[in-house]
């Protein structure tokens, strides 16, 4: 077995334990299904085990109508892997002193998921209590982004809130959630 084949292997396991650990966010869902689909598709798993080794904890919350799965970051906090990030690689090209690593949106594409829009974010909390010491970039709109900003959420006092924040700004707790659609 090839070293990718035994860390997808061991993916799979972790991914099922999570997946029974946590019903409430996949009701009516068979793991057996989401296996046979993760095994058949090895973008995915890629995806996800970047996801995972960045500290997102990936989870199945859903299947839409066109039986599609959608694997979300449940990690209690914004992934520690994928902190201290500008909004994109626009922003990150402006920075010319204390530039961070990377952008939310660079290192998102270069994992193959996607960020994280307001909707799907408040889908996320409506699961459980998440970003309650971080924050998270979400996707942007094109309009707010043509003006220098970017936005973000987080849940402080049993509330989710969106607030804007210049593109280029980082900080140690603000991070980015992803997911992936197979």
């Not at 946590?22 to 995915?44: C, G, V």
């Not at 990690?75 to 892997?81: F, I, R, V």
């Not at 959420?153 to 509330?159: E, F, N, P």
Request: aromatic residues 10%.
């Amino acid at each position: 077995m090839s070293a990718r084949a035994a860390e997808y292997n061991a993916l799979l396991e972790l991914l099922e334990t999570r997946f029974r650990s946590h019903p409430e966010r996949h009701p009516d869902l068979q793991w057996e299904q989401i296996e046979e689909r993760l095994r058949s598709n090895s973008a995915a798993l890629h995806a996800l085990y970047e996801m995972e080794v960045t500290g997102g904890e990936p989870d199945v919350i859903a299947r839409d109508l066109s039986d599609i799965y959608e694997f979300f970051d449940c990690s209690t906090e914004s992934p520690s892997g994928r902190r201290s990030l500008c909004y994109d690689d626009e922003a990150l090209a402006r920075r010319k002193a204390n530039r961070p690593a990377g952008s939310a949106l660079g290192m998102a594409s270069a994992m193959g998921i996607a960020i994280l829009d307001e909707e799907r974010y408040r889908k996320l909390q409506s699961l459980g209590e998440f970003d309650t010491k971080t924050s998270s970039w979400i996707l942007t709109p094109e309009s707010v982004r043509r003006l220098g900003g970017a936005l973000f959420c987080d849940r402080r006092y049993g509330q989710v809130f969106t607030y804007h924040n210049g593109a280029e700004s980082y900080y140690s707790s603000r991070g980015f959630r992803g997911y992936i659609s197979i």
